[in-house]
T-cell receptor
Framework: DGGITQSPKYLFRKEGQNVTLSCEQN?????MYWYRQDPGQGLRLIYY???????QKGDIAEGYSVSREKKESFPLTVTSAQKNPTAFYLC?????????????FGPGTRLTVL | AQSVTQPDIHITVSEGASLELRCNYS??????LFWYVQSPGQGLQLLLK??????LVQGIKGFEAEFKRSQSSFNLRKPSVHWSDAAEYFC?????????FGTGTRLLVSP
């Protein structure tokens, strides 16, 4: 079955440590997105990539980094510079780059920084 | 700035009753609008979308939404709610190559 995989589902890290969240899709989608979800704030865009080896900052990119070395993979690193990293992180992808097409979401990773 | 507003943080509806979730947008031109549903601890699933044409759009799970330009609204409706509809619902609008989400409305279904 095609879809988006995010791992791990739950992640615990100590303050000051960098952590990388995985996002893989086998839908052959061109564009991929990372969102952060906090209670009462909806989804906020961190980074997005419309093509391999290229990505753009979203609304809240500070303290995060990404790479897009392969079409199917778009890992997100939460760095120690991110002041409040505890949140639910969602990865999404879309066929082509036109938002006419449905944006598919992964199941999410809940990151807790202790 | 383009924005999407969901004025209701949570709504409680009796099972079998009708439902309307509100969404307002601020976009200059005709926007692309979406409704998504999220079960606890899960990703989002698309319910329906509006791009142009017929202002009443049908979606999955018996949901529909009506685009009203004069009111800048895109409200989600369902004639009869089931207990399995309890979830969080997000309205979103497309702005260039990005989706802008509302803050969500949590739907509670009472017996």
């Amino acid at each position: 079955d095609g879809g988006i995989t995010q791992s791990p589902k739950y992640l615990f890290r100590k303050e000051g440590q960098n952590v990388t969240l995985s996002c893989e899709q086998n839908l052959n989608h061109d564009a991929m997105y990372w969102y952060r979800q906090d209670p009462g704030q909806g989804l906020r865009l961190i980074y997005y990539s419309q093509i391999v080896n290229d990505f753009q900052k979203g609304d809240i990119a500070e303290g995060y980094s990404v790479s897009r070395e392969k079409k199917e993979s778009f890992p997100l690193t939460v760095t120690s510079a991110q002041k409040n990293p505890t949140a639910f992180y969602l990865c999404a992808s879309i066929s082509g780059t036109n938002l006419n097409n449905e944006q598919f979401f992964g199941p999410g990773t809940r990151l807790t920084v202790l | 700035a383009q924005s999407v507003t969901q004025p209701d943080i949570h709504i409680t509806v009796s099972e079998g009753a009708s439902l309307e979730l509100r969404c307002n947008y601020s976009y200059g031109a005709t926007p692309y609008l979406f409704w998504y549903v999220q079960s606890p601890g899960q990703g989002l699933q698309l319910l329906l979308k509006y791009f142009s044409g017929d202002t009443l759009v049908q979606g999955i799970k018996g949901f529909e939404a009506e685009f009203k330009r004069s009111q800048s609204s895109f409200n989600l409706r369902k004639p009869s709610v089931h207990w399995s509809d309890a979830a969080e619902y997000f309205c979103a609008g497309a702005h260039f190559q990005k989706l802008v989400f509302g803050t969500g409305t949590r739907l509670l279904v009472s017996p």
